[in-house]
């Protein structure tokens, strides 16, 4: 079975600084989908990046960038410039490929919240 | 003009009642879902349904039902509310879409939740 784990409960940064934020996965399978959610005090999910398993390439959005290990089933996400509105819980999540009887398995990590100093 | 809508906002119910939330996306997706997330924060799907037909369906009691009117709605209904439903509940909705026989799936989109508590 497919899980996601994400092992730092809690990390701050200070403002304008760097953070990274881990995450890993594990799966017998090759071609899946992974992302990173945002979830701010206002409850609303928010998606921040997703990657496909099929591109080395590593997803960047802005300030946001990945780094994706397929060999390792790593997905670190690394915000740059940490800004106050960053400040939120952030999920990582993995998305199954299809099955023969046409179904997916989208499975969470268990967040990490993150606190921006100013 | 509000992408995943739910309703309600805030349901708060005594043990045993039977209540539902409805679903709503304008975006045209094709796959909905729904997902609860616990006081720990610990987000899991529930079902998912393509083009009106369940795709996902984890273990959870048969208490809970999703009804698909159509491919924009994604009602859940729950029967004989009990403390341990207490949690947050969020709406989501996809595109998948099929390339060269492969099903490939595009961002989720979510909710704004539906906190459901019960006495």
């Known amino acids: 079975a497919q899980t996601v784990t994400q092992s730092q409960p809690e990390m701050s940064v200070q403002e304008a600084e760097t953070v990274t934020l881990s995450c890993t996965y594990d799966t017998s399978e090759s071609d899946y989908y992974l992302f990173w959610y945002k979830q701010p005090p206002s409850r609303q999910m928010i998606l921040v990046i997703r990657q496909e398993a099929y591109k080395q390439q590593n997803a960047t959005e802005n300030r946001f960038s990945v780094n994706f290990q397929k060999a390792a089933k790593s997905f670190s996400l690394k915000i740059s410039d940490s800004q106050l509105g960053d400040a939120a819980m952030y999920f990582c999540a993995y998305r199954s490929g299809v099955t023969t009887s046409g179904t997916y398995k989208y499975i969470f990590g268990t967040g990490t919240r993150l606190k921006v100093l100013a | 003009d509000t992408a995943v809508s739910q309703t309600p906002k805030y349901l708060v119910t005594q043990m045993g009642n039977d209540k539902s939330i409805k679903c709503e996306q304008n975006?045209?997706?094709?796959?909905m879902y729904w997902y609860k997330q616990d006081s720990k924060k610990f987000l899991k799907i529930m079902f998912s349904?393509?083009?009106?037909?369940?795709?996902i369906n984890e273990t959870v009691p048969n208490r809970f039902s999703p009804k698909s009117p159509d491919k924009a709605h994604l009602n859940l209904h729950i029967n004989s509310l009990e403390l341990g439903d207490s949690a947050v509940y969020f709406c989501a909705s996809s595109q998948d879409f099929r390339l060269a026989g492969a099903l490939y799936t595009d961002t989720q989109y979510f909710g704004p939740g539906t906190r459901l508590t019960v006495l």
């Open positions: 349904y393509n083009n009106k037909e369940l795709i």
């Open positions: 975006l045209g997706h094709d796959t």
